[in-house]
């Protein structure tokens, strides 16, 4: 089975970075036609797709987000991490780590997610 943990500050000011970690159990992200990737939910926008990184560490991004945004990994550790660059209060959102399957573009795993709240 797998699991996905996000974890990272909850409170984080305006301009500055948002740093979110997912420890990933019950599967290699190295392995697989899968991507391991990042969603948001915010109030005023509902879920919102972020990026992804591939099992072969290549990555996507949301083309709104792609400036601001940065997926990384960590191999030994099984962890991806999220960095969103200069954020505001309209980045306040529950953020999630989530697998997406390579067949079906669908994401089949997900992390419970965490709150994070961008405000001075």
């Known amino acids: 089975q797998v699991q996905l943990q996000e974890s990272g500050p909850g409170l984080v000011k305006p301009s500055q970075s948002l740093s979110l970690t997912c420890t990933v159990s019950g599967g290699s992200i190295t392995t697989g036609f899968y991507a391991w990737g990042w969603i948001r939910r915010t109030p005023g926008k509902g879920l919102e797709w972020m990026g992804v990184?591939?099992?072969?560490?290549?990555?996507y991004y949301s083309p709104s987000l792609k400036s601001r945004t940065s997926i990384s990994r960590d191999t030994s550790k099984n962890q991806i991490s999220l960095q969103l660059s200069s954020v505001t209060p309209e980045d306040t959102a529950v953020y999630y780590c989530?697998?997406?399957?390579?067949?079906?573009?669908?994401?089949?795993?997900w992390g419970q997610g965490t709150q994070v709240t961008v405000s001075s």
């Open positions: 990184i591939g099992s072969d560490g290549s990555t």
């Open positions: 989530a697998r997406e399957a390579g067949s079906t573009g669908s994401n089949d795993y």
